[in-house]
């Protein structure tokens, strides 16, 4: 199976501040990976599919890049609605394993 | 629009059964692959199974092979979980999604059924 790698698991960052995380695949999964961002009581949603391409309806202060083993996820202006935890997941082989995330809270 | 709904969830005692249904609706349903995740109390995503639109293809996580069962009703464009042997740490939250053509990610997630397990 392939094993996802999240970093840092939590963060403490100010409105308006620049957030990377950064996801690390066990193995080379090309461009198969999605980030996804979670409020507690709801159920995750979809940001960023194949590495870099932002889901419909996803404000462009969000970004992805990265290929084969080594991801990030940026956020260029941290908003009051982004303090969330978010997910990296490889869809590259089954089990399609998830990160272990990265709780993001105001500073 | 595209709906997933869950249903089933509930308490069982270890080494119970349950069974999931998951009801779609807004896209047709035989064309993709749907997914179940879970979530423990205060933890991460767990990736737990999924099935091809024909039912041909099937994977599951190690954790639950051998106890648990995913299947499918296109017809009735439904899909099940049927949880045996069910373990303390099986408890979680189960959320069936929808995984894209091409990028295999989960663009439409249900609102989640709460399976808890405790004698």
């Known amino acids: 199976d392939i094993q996802m790698t999240q970093s840092p698991s939590s963060l403490s960052a100010s409105v308006g501040d620049r957030v990377t995380i950064t996801c690390r695949a066990s193995q080379a999964i090309n461009n198969f990976l999605g980030w996804y961002q979670q409020k507690p009581g709801e159920a995750p949603k979809l940001l960023i599919y194949?590495?870099?391409t932002l889901q419909n309806g996803v404000p462009s202060r969000f970004s992805g890049s990265g290929s084969g083993t080594d991801f990030t996820l940026s956020i260029s202006s941290l908003q009051p609605e982004d303090f969330a935890t978010y997910y990296c997941?490889?869809?590259?082989?089954?089990?399609?394993?998830f990160g272990q995330g990265t709780k993001v809270e105001i500073k | 629009q595209v709906q997933l709904v869950e249903s089933g969830g509930g308490l069982v005692k270890p080494g119970g059964s349950l069974r999931l249904s998951c009801a779609a609706s807004g896209f047709s349903f035989s064309d993709y692959y749907i997914t179940w995740i879970r979530q423990a109390p205060g933890k991460g995503l767990e990736w737990v199974s999924h099935i091809s639109g024909s039912s041909g293809y099937i994977n599951y996580a190690d954790s639950v092979k051998g106890r648990f069962t995913i299947s499918r009703d296109n017809a009735k464009k439904s899909l099940y979980l049927q949880m045996n042997s069910l373990r303390d740490e099986d408890t979680a939250i189960y959320y069936c999604a929808r995984e894209m053509f091409n990028s295999n990610n989960c663009d439409y997630w249900g609102q989640g059924t709460l399976v808890t397990v405790s004698s």
């Open positions: 997941q490889q869809s590259y082989s089954a089990p399609r394993t």
């Open positions: 194949s590495a870099s």
